[in-house]
């Protein structure tokens, strides 16, 4: 999912590991495709990305480009509403 306030990573795992099921995977929005049967070292680092990923991304729609400094968004996401 991505929008302008979340981004969640879709990562697709399936037995069917071949070029048209990853290649379809991907046109339908997967970040990552993991084929079965999954190894461990190899998943735990692409998931270690994908959640700097993420926090890269979830940090960028907080901070002004310019000023460097928080943004209206990250006051209405931290400041209790009245």
């Given amino acids: 999912m991505h929008n302008e306030k979340?981004?969640?990573?879709?990562?697709m795992?399936?037995?069917?590991?071949d070029k048209q099921s990853r290649i379809k995977a991907f046109k339908m929005g997967a970040d990552d495709f993991?084929?079965?049967p999954i190894d461990i070292e190899?998943?735990?680092?692409?998931?270690e990305r994908h959640?700097?990923?993420?926090?890269?991304?979830?940090?960028?729609?907080l901070i002004?480009?310019?000023?460097?400094?928080y943004n209206r968004r990250f006051l209405e996401d931290?400041?209790?509403l009245f």
């Fill in 6 to 11: 979340y981004f969640i990573p879709k990562i």
């Fill in 13 to 17: 795992i399936s037995i069917q590991n």
């Fill in 34 to 36: 993991i084929g079965k």
């Fill in 42 to 47: 190899e998943f735990i680092v692409k998931m």
């Fill in 51 to 61: 959640l700097l990923r993420k926090k890269i991304f979830d940090q960028s729609v």
């Fill in 64 to 69: 002004d480009e310019l000023t460097q400094v």
């Fill in 78 to 80: 931290t400041l209790p």
